[in-house]
């Protein structure tokens, strides 16, 4: 049985290809150390779903997803 959360169905919704361009046409990830603005968008995502009161609430949440 597959595990897929509401959030990954969300996050496939996107279009990751005009995602990517705007990222290319805008040059967003030209000093990027670390997170490239995919994952910048995601974690932001997540944050807002979540309704995160603090940066303590954000970690949790994302480490709590890596775990499953």
Do not use: P
Not at 11 to 26: A, M, P, Q, S, T
Not at 36 to 55: I, N
């Amino acid at each position: 049985m597959s595990n897929i959360t509401l959030f990954s169905q969300i996050i496939r919704k996107l279009d990751r290809v005009k995602f990517n361009g705007l990222v290319k046409e805008h040059d967003t990830d030209k000093h990027q150390k670390g997170y490239d603005s995919w994952t910048h968008l995601v974690s932001m995502l997540f944050c807002q779903f979540a309704k995160s009161q603090s940066l303590r609430d954000i970690s949790y949440g994302l480490n709590r997803q890596q775990a499953i």
